[in-house]
T-cell receptor, first 114, second 110 residues
Framework: GAGVSQSPSNKVTEKGKDVELRCDPISGHTALYWYRQSLGQGLEFLIYFQGNSAPDKSGLPSDRFSAERTGGSVSTLTIQRTQQEDSAVYLC????????????FGPGTRLLVL | QKEVEQNSGPLSVPEGAIASLNCTYSDRGSQSFFWYRQYSGKSPELIMFIYSNGDKEDGRFTAQLNKASQYVSLLIRDSQPSDSATYLCAVYNAGNMLTFGGGTRLMVKP
């Protein structure tokens, strides 16, 4: 079946604008994760959705960042009033939702804030 | 102290040699351990996972776990230039939160 998909693949925006990044998890996967990877750095956890439970937002760096997941499937990560330090690759991953299962990653969205 | 630590490298090995990648973690309660490979400009892809102490082999790859010493390693036998990538160690702590190390860059020279 299809893997995790993300859109857009690249996004260039101006400082202060809002952006929305989309993630379609693998069909049937109930767990969905967002990570951020700055150039040459490791993965930074942002937010975790599991089924219909309240999301774990503990990794969101500021209140400019928010995410939602509609119908337990597609997720949107929104960054308001973007700053240059938000420039990074935003990666989405999904898993079956079982305890400590393998996470499968999408291709990422490369965000550049000018 | 970082929760999952890796030497950033680069680790350079000649083609055909064994590449040894190491990772240490701080949470003694960690149960599940993963190795991902990430090519430049691409997203991480799963290489192997390991849950139990000892070795786990899959083709040219062997994962080794020592929970008492809190380290996990990945051996790549008969290294190929196509193995050149960054290798990410990831550890599940309590619950479903995966923590990643910073990655080790491997360079396999022909």
């Amino acid at each position: 079946g299809a893997g995790v998909s993300q859109s857009p693949s690249n996004k260039v925006t101006e400082k202060g604008k809002d952006v929305e990044l989309r993630c379609d998890p693998i069909s049937g996967h109930t767990a969905l994760y967002w990570y951020r990877q700055s150039l040459g750095q490791g993965l930074e956890f942002l937010i975790y959705f599991q089924g219909n439970s309240a999301p774990d937002k503990s990794g969101l760096p500021s209140d400019r960042f928010s995410a939602e997941r509609t119908g337990g499937s597609v997720s949107t990560l929104t960054i308001q009033r973007t700053q240059q330090e938000d420039s990074a690759v935003y990666l989405c991953a999904s898993s079956t939702g079982g305890v400590q299962e393998t996470q499968y990653f999408g291709p990422g969205t490369r965000l550049l804030v000018l | 102290q970082k929760e999952v630590e890796q030497n950033s490298g680069p680790l350079s090995v000649p083609e055909g040699a064994i590449a040894s990648l190491n990772c240490t973690y701080s949470d003694r309660g960690s149960q599940s351990f993963f190795w991902y490979r990430q090519y430049s400009g691409k997203s991480p892809e799963l290489i192997m996972f390991i849950y139990s102490n000892g070795d786990k082999e899959d083709g040219r790859f062997t994962a080794q776990l020592n929970k008492a010493s809190q380290y996990v390693s990945l051996l790549i036998r008969d290294s190929q230039p196509s193995d050149s990538a960054t290798y990410l160690c990831a550890v599940y702590n309590a619950g479903n939160m995966l923590t990643f190390g910073g990655g080790t860059r491997l360079m396999v020279k022909p």
